[in-house]
C-alpha cells in the first residue's frame, strides 16, 4: 500500500502564489506515474500533469504555463506551482501514483482562491 500525503494550500488572495507537495511512502523514482488533478466545485476532476519515470513533466494543454509541477527523488515529493492566483484556481488539488496499474490517491489539498 503506498500512501501519498499532500500539504500546502489555503485560503488565498489574488496574486498570491500557491506551492503544495505530495509526498510518498515509497520511493517516488520508482513509481510508474505521478501527477496532479484539480477538482473545482461542482465540476470533473481535470488533469493538471503528469510524471512519468524517466521522463519529463507532460503537461495537459490546457493547463501548460499556468502550472509548475516538479518531483524530487531524494525527498520522495512532487510539488505543484502557481502564481498569479485567479479565483478559478479555487478547488481541491489531489496528487496520484500509479504502480503496476494500481492507483494511489492523496486526501487532497483545499485551495481557496478570494479576497
Known amino acids: 500500500q503506498v500512501q501519498l500525503v499532500e500539504s500546502g494550500g489555503g485560503v488565498l488572495q489574488p496574486g498570491e502564489s500557491l506551492t503544495a507537495s505530495c509526498s510518498t511512502s515509497?520511493?517516488?523514482?520508482?513509481?510508474?506515474?505521478v501527477g496532479w488533478y484539480l477538482q473545482r466545485p461542482g465540476a470533473q476532476r481535470e488533469l493538471i500533469a503528469t510524471i512519468a519515470r524517466g521522463e519529463e513533466v507532460n503537461y495537459v494543454p490546457s493547463m501548460e504555463g499556468r502550472f509548475t509541477v516538479s518531483k524530487d527523488d531524494d525527498k520522495n515529493t512532487m510539488y505543484l506551482r502557481r502564481s498569479g492566483l485567479k479565483p478559478e484556481d479555487t478547488g481541491a488539488y489531489l496528487c496520484?501514483?500509479?504502480?503496476?496499474?494500481?492507483?494511489?490517491w492523496g486526501r487532497g489539498i483545499q485551495v481557496t482562491v478570494s479576497t
Open positions: 515509497t520511493a517516488i523514482s520508482a513509481v510508474d506515474v
Open positions: 496520484f501514483a500509479i504502480i503496476n496499474g494500481a492507483y494511489f
